[in-house]
């Protein structure tokens, strides 16, 4: 897949009503991260949560993410931001790296920018916990 081709992403009915509520809050509504977003959302195959595949990074999914350009790995839990928490690895889906992972599947990468400006390109490499695959489809 090619830097200018983002790869297809998967988004269940029940994340997106909420992120959709959530990026029509004025709050979020001009942050360049919460656009990126809004665009993502856009193009995303969306699926009731019982359709997911467990492949896929959903709303609370604990996943092994690494960053192809500089190696770092990285293992966090995707929140919402009121349930962010940088000390227990929980990331806001509203952080750089929590939107390039929502709707990615296992082995996918997707090109982003780091808050400071610098190209990222993301890989999941696992999803240890994804609430659709563990039986909880309202979470």
């Known amino acids: 897949m090619s830097a200018a081709t983002p790869p297809p992403i998967t988004v269940s009915s029940l994340d997106l009503a909420r992120l959709e509520r959530l ?58 931001p009121q349930d962010a928490d940088a000390a227990q690895g929980r990331v806001s889906v509203l952080a750089p790296i929590g939107a390039a992972l929502l709707g990615l599947s296992i082995g996918q990468s997707i090109d982003w920018h780091a808050p400071d400006g610098r190209p990222l390109r993301v890989r999941v490499a696992s999803i240890s916990y994804q609430p ?4 909880d489809l309202t979470r």
Do not use: W
């Open 23 to 80: 990026l029509d809050m004025p709050a979020f509504r001009d942050q360049e991260t919460a656009q990126r977003l809004s665009d993502e959302l856009v193009r995303a195959h969306v699926v009731t949560p019982a359709q997911i595949p467990a492949n896929v990074v959903t709303m609370n999914s604990t996943v092994t993410c690494v960053e192809e350009i500089g190696g770092k790995e990285h293992h966090i839990t995707l929140a919402y």
């Open 132 to 135: 659709e695959a563990a039986g």
